[in-house]
């Protein structure tokens, strides 16, 4: 028995994807609420997510020290100024 190839973009669901990035799905949830979190796209009622668009947004977090500043920032799951977000769009409280 053979298996279907898999979809070039795999898509996750919320629990799935708060697991692959080692966050809860809540957190998950506030990210997508307040802005701050992965693209997601929304397919009916449901949320789901590219594996390559989470691990970009995790990889927005990386440094090589404390002090290195270089690459983006990955804010915390709460509301934060607009102006501070690194992509444009709104942010709703």
Do not use: F
């Amino acid at each position: 028995m053979t298996t279907p190839p898999l979809p070039s973009q795999r898509l996750l669901r919320t629990p799935d994807a708060a697991l692959l990035l080692g966050l809860s799905a809540r957190t998950l949830e506030k990210h997508r609420c307040y802005g701050t979190g992965p693209l997601y796209r929304k397919l009916g009622g449901r949320i789901v997510y590219a594996v390559s668009d989470l691990l970009n947004w995790a990889d927005q977090g990386v440094r090589r020290s404390t002090s290195d500043t270089s690459g983006g920032t990955v804010h915390p799951a709460k509301p934060i100024d607009p102006s501070k977000l690194d992509r444009p769009g709104p942010v709703r409280r």
